[in-house]
């Protein structure tokens, strides 16, 4: 790491890859106005001091988007660097639960298949969230 990625922010993020029982992924799309605005992602949300990364998600993931999960196995860790951010994102595979997903912190939800993701435009890190997607198979997600 250079001197320059070490003064950019840095933000702790659980991320989580919600599957309903019909195999599909439940993804959102970031409100218009923002940095990286109208990209697709996956939900999630930052760290808050003193918990852990599975109470991050399963807090995110209820205040953003109104749904109960499971969170399930560790995916992949992902340190990336944007020009304005410096991001680990902590991922895992999670199952719905129960709730209406609704769009509180985004502008829309989808719920989409593993091969309909690349129909939709991600941030640079989410790539590396796909691409261990596909390797992992959908056998052991939780």
């Known amino acids: ?5 070490t003064l950019l922010p840095h933000k702790i993020i659980g991320v989580a890859v919600i599957w309903n029982d019909k195999g599909q992924i439940l993804i959102d799309r970031r409100r218009s106005g923002g940095i ?17 990364v599975e109470e991050c998600i399963r807090r995110e993931i209820y205040e953003e988007l109104g749904i109960e999960i499971e969170v399930g196995k560790h995916l992949i860790t992902i340190d990336h660097t944007y020009t304005h951010l410096r991001v680990t994102l902590t991922v895992h595979n ?5 709730g209406v997903p609704q ?7 989808r719920w989409v298949s593993l ?10 890190a989410n790539t590396q969230i796909i691409a261990a997607l596909r390797l992992s198979g959908s056998q052991e997600k939780y």
Do not use: Q, V
């Not at 790491?1 to 990625?5: A, G, Q, V």
């Not at 769009?103 to 939800?109: T, V």
């Not at 091969?115 to 640079?124: I, N, R, S, V």
């Open 1 to 5: 790491m250079n001197e320059s990625t």
């Open 115 to 124: 091969d309909e993701l690349d129909h939709y435009a991600f941030p640079e």
């Open 103 to 109: 769009p509180i912190e985004c502008e829309e939800i």
């Open 36 to 52: 990286m605005g109208g990209l697709w992602e996956f939900p999630g949300g930052k760290l808050e001091p003193g918990e852990t």
């Open 94 to 98: 999670c199952r719905y639960l129960c």
